[in-house]
């Protein structure tokens, strides 16, 4: 048996201990979108027998795709998200084992007028990989890797992040990507992506040499290095115009050490924490590109993290003299296991109560003078709303990856986010925090900084589309009217076709 078969035998036998049981009664291939099913399904027993793991996968394979309805067992645990705070619900769940399941899919849904959404890790903060009333293109299955020539990885779009790093690091490569554990490559890839490695290497989506693309027709194309989608799909693919189903990246060599830096302060006030954002916003961008930098406020505490792999820099000297006497504790680490490290920004990996969204794109204080103060005064004083802005720059801003993808925000030295969780039935707590929330979005709005990141979404930005994709946005809405006429594949923020 092949690798692949393998993988995929262990993901079947995953989704059946995980209770994600796939009814075989009643899995038609082609269900009625009215409810008038009556045939209870069958529910699999928890214990993964092998005979049940055989006649999964025998349906799997023999069908390409496999439709849920409601009143399937498994419809719910299939239509799991990470974000519990936005729920949807489809009409049908189509769960697929390839290209040919994808297309298959999306002609039923033409057929019966439903919309297509697309899920892959589930992780998007709006929940655009769900949709009411349609059909969700479930790709869990398509999570198996395979190496290629020079270093090169082939991955399916439900591959998680963790999972990407312990294929990549024991062979010493890595992708560089996001760092929380159960995203998606699919979403993250298509999105642009970014994390730890990408001010050296560029974004997710500048690694991609390849993909398997299934169009809004249900027609399947293989595209490379020379084909107009390969552009679009670089950060201007999610859910917009059809579905991936296998991607191909460069990957690059992972470092010998990495090193951290922290420093923390403690109660602050409006005045204090501007006095550290302004030191830290002015020379974090100088730092050289293996690192990377970012500012987290949550409520009046503060963070502010420097990673780096390429030893120590007269830049971070400045930076340190500049930060360590405003603020109130210091430290460092230094490590060879770069595995383990990555582990420590994993995140919280269970779904979870949230709402974030991108903040805005910003170069120099200029950019945000109008409106920081404000913005760092509602922070300080709302517990648990986390503001935070991350170093972009240097090779992300490179002309070759500007000239060969989707992904409109190059230039840009930050990029902020907004974060606030919490906990079911603690309705309060979220009022509250959502009502500053949107206060900041305002705040930001009237200031002027618009662009926003595909991949930190948010209903509350009024432009969204420019937002997004900038002046990129004409030459996708041509892709858009090319592959996917009749907007079938769609969610609230695809791109339009007029
Ligand atoms: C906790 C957390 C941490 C994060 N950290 C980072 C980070 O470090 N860096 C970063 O860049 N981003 C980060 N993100 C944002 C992340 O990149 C996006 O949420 C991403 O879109 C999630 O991808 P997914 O496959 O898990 O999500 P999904 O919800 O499955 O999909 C997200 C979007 O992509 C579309 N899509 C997914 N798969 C496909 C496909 N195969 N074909 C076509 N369209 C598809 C969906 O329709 C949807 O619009 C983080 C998000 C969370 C929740």
Redesign the pocket.
């Known amino acids: 048996m092949s690798d692949f078969n393998n993988d995929r035998r262990k993901l079947i036998k995953n989704i059946v201990i995980a209770g994600f049981g796939i009814h075989l009664v009643g899995c038609s291939s082609k269900p009625s979108t009215t409810s008038e099913q009556t045939e209870k399904p069958q529910v699999l027993p928890t214990d993964p027998i092998p005979e049940i793991v055989d006649k999964i996968e025998a349906e799997v394979i023999e069908n390409n795709v496999t439709y849920f309805t409601k009143l399937d067992e498994s419809f719910e645990k299939l239509a799991t ?3 519990l705070h936005t729920t949807k619900s489809p009409k049908i769940i189509a769960l697929v084992n390839n290209s040919k399941g994808v297309s298959e899919a999306i002609r039923y849904a033409k057929i019966n007028k439903l919309p297509v ?9 709006e ?4 949709n009411i009333d349609g059909l969700v293109i479930n ?1 869990s299955l ?1 999570n198996t890797f395979e190496w290629k020539e020079n270093h090169q990885l082939k991955a399916g ?2 591959c ?2 963790k999972e990407v790093y312990e294929e990549t690091l024991p062979k010493g490569r890595i992708l560089p ?4 554990a ?7 890839v ?6 730890l490695f990408s001010r050296k290497y560029g ?2 989506c500048d690694h991609l040499i390849s993909a398997t ?1 299934v169009d809004g027709n249900g027609e399947i194309h293989e595209v490379d290095k020379h084909h107009e989608l390969l552009w679009a799909l670089r950060g201007g ?4 115009f ?4 296998s991607m191909t990246f460069e990957t690059q060599p992972i470092p010998t050490k990495f090193e951290t830096r922290k420093f923390k302060a403690y109660k602050l006030d409006p005045i204090r924490a501007k006095q550290i954002f302004e030191q830290w916003f002015t020379l974090a961008k100088n730092l050289p590109e293996s690192y990377f930098s970012a500012f987290v406020l949550n409520g009046n505490a503060l963070t502010i993290l420097v990673t780096f792999y390429e030893g120590y820099s007269p830049e971070l000297e400045i930076l340190e003299q500049a930060l360590t006497p405003i603020t109130d504790k210091q430290t460092k680490s230094t490590t060879t296991d770069i595995a383990k490290q990555l582990t420590y ?1 994993y ?2 990996q269970n779904p ?1 109560y ?1 709402k ?1 969204a991108s903040a805005g794109y910003y170069n120099e204080m200029t950019d945000i003078e109008g409106c920081i103060d404000a913005v760092l005064e509602r922070v300080v004083n709302t517990k648990g709303l986390i503001y935070q802005v991350n170093t972009l720059g240097k090779n992300i801003n490179s002309p070759l990856f500007e000239k060969r993808s989707a992904y409109p925000h190059r230039s840009y030295e930050y990029l902020s986010e907004l974060q606030s969780y919490w906990n079911e039935g603690q309705d309060a707590k979220r009022d509250r925090l959502l009502s500053a929330f949107e206060d900041i979005q305002q705040l930001f709005y009237d200031n002027g900084n618009h662009a926003q ?5 948010s209903l509350g930005f009024p432009d969204w589309a420019n937002s997004y994709y900038g002046e990129n946005l004409t030459r996708l809405k041509k892709i858009k009217l090319k592959y996917d006429p009749k907007n079938t ?1 769609r ?1 609230d ?2 791109i339009p076709t007029s």
Do not use: D, E, W
Not at 190 to 195: P, T
Not at 237 to 240: L, S, V
Not at 453 to 457: A, E, F, I
């Open positions: 998200y990470f974000n959404a697309v899920k892959s890790g589930g992780h998007s903060f929940q655009f990989s769900s790709l398509l779009p439900a998680l992040l990507a996001g760092s929380c159960t995203v998606g490559l699919g979403g993250l298509l999105g642009g992506g970014y994390g974004l997710t693309f693919g999610n859910g917009n059809g579905v991936v189903t920004y995140g919280i979870l949230f974030n990141y595909r991949n930190y979404p594949v969610h923020q695809s």
